[in-house]
C-alpha cells in the first residue's frame, strides 16, 4: 500500500463495536469519491465489521491488517 495516498486518518482505538463502523461512515460520507481513508482500531471485531460494512456499502477495502493490537484499514471511497 506504500503508493496508495491516504486523504485522512480516523483514530478508533478504544472504541469497541460498533463505533469504529458508524465512525469510518460517517468519515467516508465526508469524503469525495476516490478518496482514501484509513483507520485504526483496538477492537478485533472491527476486522469482520469493517470487512462486511465495505461489500455492504460497495467502498473499496484496499488493506486490512493487524500489528501487534492495532488493527488498520485502508478504505477508498467508491460512491
Avoid at 19 to 38: C, E, F, H, R, Y
Avoid at 45 to 71: C, F, M, N, P, V
Wanted: with cysteine.
Amino acid at each position: 500500500m506504500e503508493n496508495v495516498k491516504i486523504d485522512q486518518e480516523l483514530d478508533c482505538r478504544g472504541l469497541t463495536c460498533p463505533l469504529p463502523v458508524i465512525n469510518t461512515k460517517q468519515a467516508i460520507d465526508k469524503m469525495s469519491i476516490g478518496q482514501v481513508l484509513k483507520m485504526v482500531a483496538t477492537d478485533p471485531g472491527s476486522t469482520r465489521d469493517i470487512q462486511a460494512w465495505s461489500k455492504r456499502t460497495g467502498h473499496d477495502l484496499l488493506e486490512s491488517r493487524q500489528e501487534d493490537s492495532l488493527y488498520l484499514f485502508v478504505i477508498r471511497k467508491a460512491k
